[in-house]
């Protein structure tokens, strides 16, 4: 049998197999007509290792034999597969994350006093761990608490180019729950307004932007 | 090919079909599988276990299936049956199940039935003037007979597409690392902002805390500056303005610097008039600790 | 990000995930940070096909996605990882198969009327837990008789984008004149057969198909 060949054939069964597999694994695929040796499979798990380098995979032996992997560098990506969405956040989360944003930079006795609650420690861990709020100072006074403020990742997330485009408290006060007018989200965002809903200028589309991404969960 | 002739040559007769004889086989298909050998011809000589012969009955998937190995082995045309000759084939057979004391699938006993009618209207004179109108009473047969077989030709096609487990299989690779990833759900900025409605409304209640209309560009602005500033070093007054975001940057710049004032979150020191202006932090992450 | 890095994730989220994964399934995978378009994605597949040429595996897409699979060409091999393994069906079930892949909706008894004997209840169960049919509705006649179609999961199995892409059906061909082949039937006399003989003919192109395709055990 010709070189290529056990190399394809070594190649198809450590993709096909769902453990690794050892060299008299492999070797026992082929029968005795097929000439093949030891040598010649080892031949093939060398330019198959080759093979993989630029690619996303790589070939590794193991303890237990030889497996293709997929690579460090691009698990990241890989890993959002088995994504799963976390549940909604807490009223409590909203209100603080509101604050911060309308209130920056402010410390988290600052958010408490116009909540009239605490705050607890998860939420702005929370907060911090989505990079959608940071410390961004102190504040001179005993204690040295932190000032938190919002992030860039912040306005992506929600599709703002900058903190203007938000309403203003005098506009969020007098809205209605089930009309939210928010004149300058229409300028935030374009595509949500179509040509067949005039007042989309007017009324919140932001759903539509705000998950984008949420919407094909792979898993 | 098949012609009239040959239809009604004793080219495939019944004796086939006795017990003993060659029994009914699909050109050089093997009849069936017995014990992992194929079978392909039933020993002439040899007494017949009746097992073997239910599976040469297995071979057929039902009587239309061998109506038409009657007729496929005989190079006929299906819309040219001879059903008279075919019908005493298939009745040979039935009667070999039968005498083998095989169960025998209803279905036979009511094709053999159908084959008795149009055999019989086949023979019966038929009046002239009804001639052009009277339908050919094989047609209903010979349209089962075509559905059927088209199919079976079906379920062969799709047998031979290449397929999962028997001509190919999935090709994976092994994750490392294959624990859940968790998303974190999505928000809705109406819903934030609704959010922020309610607080302002107790803050409101509570009487104490005044907000005021201004623009959230300085708000977020005096978050920037105060970051720069945060490695608590003296910072020029120049240093923080941005000439590349234009007159309006400036402001927003400006006014941020004079409400981190007001704020107590800067100082702002000059040593001499016209001298150069210098910003710092109050207070930073190190004196915080 | 840079076209090779998205071909190398794609590459190995192909190799890691369970199933075939869609054009939407490996955008998702991206985040609006790493500014990946679905041409890019598009060029990534193009490109992981060709680079599996003399290779033992390929890149195909199926009804549900773009998949790695083992070459036909290697898999008796490959084959061999596995000692007893059912691979086989029969020809009742392939029949059933094919009835309702072609037919669907379709009832168990109009399966039978075709196939002129009885379906068992162990092949519609086997069709069913092979998640190859389903039941898609039920026929608005007494006993409302289950509907059954087709699965992706079956279009995937046979290697298939579509149904539009199954083998098609042979013709059905009608008894052309009454009189004409009510003359040939009564061909006992040889002289009868003459007027229809040119007719049978053109049309007995039937036994060439039928036969030859049947090299396979057909329990």
Not at chain 1, 71 to 91: D, F, G
Not at chain 2, 172 to 196: G, H, N, S, T, Y
Not at chain 2, 254 to 273: G, T, V, W, Y
Request: proline share 7%; net charge negative; hydrophobic share 45%.
């Amino acid at each position: 049998m010709e070189q290529q060949d056990i190399t394809n054939i070594v190649e198809a069964a450590l993709f096909a197999a769902q453990q690794p597999l050892t060299l008299p694994m492999l070797a026992a695929l082929f029968q005795d007509a097929d000439e093949v040796s030891h040598e010649a499979i080892s031949r093939a798990l060398e330019g198959l290792t080759a093979g993989c380098a630029g690619h996303g995979i790589e070939l590794v032996e193991v303890a237990s034999g030889f497996r293709y992997q997929v690579r460090e560098a691009v698990h990241p990506w890989v890993a959002r597969l088995w994504s799963e969405r976390q549940t909604k956040y807490s009223r409590a989360l909203l209100e603080t994350l509101a604050l911060i944003a309308y209130r920056q930079p402010i410390t988290r006795g600052e958010i408490e006093q116009v909540r009239g609650v605490g705050v607890s420690t998860s939420i702005i861990h929370t907060l911090e761990e989505r990079e959608w709020v940071r410390i961004v100072g102190y504040r001179d006074v005993p204690g040295k608490p932190a000032l938190f403020g919002t992030t860039r990742q912040f306005l992506d997330y929600f599709n703002l180019k900058s903190l203007d485009q938000l309403p203003t408290l005098a506009e969020i006060r007098e809205i209605a729950d089930p009309q939210l007018t928010l004149a300058a989200d229409a300028a935030a965002t374009p595509d949500a307004a179509e040509p067949s809903a005039p007042d989309a200028e007017t009324t919140v589309t932001e759903p539509a932007v705000a998950t984008p991404r949420t919407t094909e969960d792979p898993a | 090919m098949s012609t009239d002739t040959q239809s009604i040559e004793p080219v495939a007769p019944a004796p086939d079909l006795v017990p003993g004889h060659v029994a009914p086989q699909q050109a050089e298909i093997p009849l069936a599988l017995v014990r992992g050998q194929p079978v392909l011809q039933i020993p002439q000589d040899l007494y017949i276990p009746p097992d073997a012969l239910e599976v040469i009955l297995e071979a057929f998937e039902g009587p239309l299936d061998l109506l038409l190995y009657l007729i496929r082995r005989q190079n006929l045309d299906i819309l040219d049956i001879p059903v008279a000759e075919i019908t005493r084939q298939y009745m040979d057979y039935i009667g070999t199940m039968h005498a083998m004391r095989l169960e025998l699938a209803a279905e036979y006993l009511v094709m053999a039935a159908i084959l008795a009618e149009i055999k019989s209207r086949l023979l019966l004179p038929r009046p002239p003037q009804e001639e052009s109108i009277e339908e050919d009473p094989r047609a209903e047969l010979v349209r089962r007979l075509q559905e059927y077989e088209r199919f079976k030709k079906a379920a062969e096609d799709i047998d031979t597409l290449p397929r999962m487990e028997r001509d190919t299989d999935t090709a994976q690779a092994f994750v490392p690392d294959r624990k859940i990833v968790k998303l974190p759900p999505p928000v809705d900025l109406r819903e934030m902002l609704l959010a922020l409605r309610d607080v302002l409304q107790r803050a409101d209640l509570s009487g104490h805390h005044n907000v005021e209309r201004e623009p959230l560009s300085v708000r977020q602005r005096m978050g920037e500056v105060l970051r720069r500033l945060g490695d608590g070093a003296f910072h020029r007054f120049e240093s923080l303005f941005e000439p590349a975001e234009g007159r309006l940057g400036v402001v927003v710049t400006f006014l941020s610097l004079l409400e981190l004032a007001k704020d107590s979150l800067i100082e702002i020191m000059q040593e001499a008039p016209l001298a150069a202006i210098y910003l710092k932090a109050r207070a930073t992450a190190n004196a915080a600790d």
